[in-house]
């Protein structure tokens, strides 16, 4: 037992080089480092980590296969609750989650879960051996994914391993939700990792069918009346835009962020090879807090821009994971804390040329629990700027509601469901599509969770 040693610090691109590449920014662990990680853990017997996590990965198993060098072993752990580990271990947010309930960091640093998580899909996939898997049993019977993101893809894995035959359809050209054309490559690489866990899902026959868009190619009905599936699951996403509703918010310049990190990510226009139009300018102020806005940010940074992040509230309220703060500032991403727009600026021939800010303080807590803002009277500034990109949050898109009668939908467009059961008899959801822009572990815990019910659903009609 090695606690007492401090968390072994992970190795990391310098931010004077990454700023300028989009290369992975955490080179991750090798063997001896993950081995002397995984030497802290407690292997308690009432584990608070594995409460915290959305799947409940059995977190001080896995670690202890990795303090005897069984990476193999610990991979197979890992995979009893969790399809994307490679994943999940780069992007999720573990200082609120496993980490954040280590006993560990009550008195000092918790266990590097994530980065250990992180190790074992890595050492896995550069040293792969084919492990023993249970024999799948089909059963002939079809189900449609709708949407290849993180909810699909686990809701996916796991019927396909009960033995159903799956198909999942995809209105993009590529695969895998925001994990492919929203989160950047110095996070999360697209080639060597994302592709690589899709991969996994086709080995187990999934049937990917990329650039359908399921409301207006077909609809759920015709799925189930003229391509007999038996059940379908929406993990559609919540991925249109919201925009601040200030002057000038349609000014040439103006970009969400969505937008700017499509056509950077899916469409990857920071490659040579590439010609995606896209515009950057050498000023570039992005307007938000969370993982959306640091990352566009962060991709502004690698375009040759000068970057300045605008949020209302303070450092402590930032809802973006810590790690990607402290990566954004270490960059030089400026950040203007308590500010928010109120106007954005343009030239003669419609360009945007500067953002109009007011300096907040922070009142009473709101219904979040955050204190809210407040704008200090008189206060009001202006930053040059030639593009401005909103990252303030995201809505659902309705075509699906929409074209399937008897969909129940709240008022904000969320599917309503009942243990991810639909009003519709059949159709299941989860993810983002149910809760509202969410994170990639509860989007995949909700595909697990629909995964048995449409198993159970399917059962009961025999
Ligand atoms: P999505 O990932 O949005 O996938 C939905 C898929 O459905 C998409 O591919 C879409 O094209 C497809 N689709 C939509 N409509 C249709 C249709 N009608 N027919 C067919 N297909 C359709 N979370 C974290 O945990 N950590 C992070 O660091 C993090 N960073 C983020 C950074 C960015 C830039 C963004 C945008 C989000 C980030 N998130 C992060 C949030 C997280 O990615 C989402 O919560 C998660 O991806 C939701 O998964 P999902 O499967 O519900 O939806
Ligand atoms: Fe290990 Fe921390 Fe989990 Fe205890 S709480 S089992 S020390 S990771």
Redesign the pocket.
Known sequence: MANNIGRVKVREQEPFIRGKNFEEVCLGYNSEEAILEASRCLNCKNPKCVSACPVKIKIPSFIEKIKGGNFYESFEILSEDTSLPAVCGR???QETQCEGSCILGIKGEAVAIGKLERFVADYVRHNPKVLKSNEIIRNGLKVAV???????LACAYDLAKMGYDITI????HKP????T???PEF?LPKAEVVEKEIDKLKDLGIKIETD????RTITIDELFDQENFKAAFI?????LPQFPNVIGENLNGVFS??EF?TRNNLMRAFDNEYDTPFFCGKKVCVVGGG??AM?AARTALRCGAEVTLVYRRSEKELPA?RE?VHHAVEEGVKFELLTNPIEIKGDEKGWVKSIVCVRMELGEPDSSGRRSPIPIKGSEFEIETDSVIVALG?KI?R??ADTTPGMEVDSKGRIIVENTATSRKGVFAG???VTG???????MGEGRKAASAIDKYIKSLK
């Open positions: 992007v999720c947010p709708i949407g290849s993101g993180p909810a699909g359809f995809e209105s993009l895998g939700g925001v994990l054309y929203g989160i996070r359908v868009f399921i409301g993990g559609s996403g919540a991925g962020a969505n990190l993982n959306v990352d994971r990607e995201t898109n075509i699906i993810g983002d599509v822009a969410a994170t990639v572990i509860l989007a």
